[in-house]
């Protein structure tokens, strides 16, 4: 893997620490590939009233085999550019 690639994830002890541009409003949640250094993700929610963060939250904890508390927002509230902590994933998903 090139270090481009690489540059949108880390791990932290058992975690993993993922760099994502976060399109909300999209047809469908997907996985878009790179943009800018992070990984983009595209969801189905509306960023109105948290709904895209919690439609985030679910699609990683489902892609990787964890429950919803194990996926944190760690930056990015308010923004498309998100830090996101997944806690001890069971599984590495395709696409990312």
Known sequence: MDEQAASWRRQDG???VLTLHVQPG???T?????????????LAAPPV?????QALR????EAFG???RA??????????HKIVRVAAPTKWPDGF
């Open 71 to 80: 996926v944190t927002l760690e930056h990015g509230q308010n923004s498309r």
């Open 14 to 16: 058992s975690d993993w």
């Open 30 to 42: 997907e996985i878009q590939g790179l943009h800018d250094g992070a990984l983009k993700v595209r």
């Open 49 to 53: 009233e948290g709904k895209a963060n």
């Open 26 to 28: 999209a047809k469908r």
């Open 58 to 61: 679910r699609f990683l904890a």
């Open 66 to 68: 964890v429950g919803l």
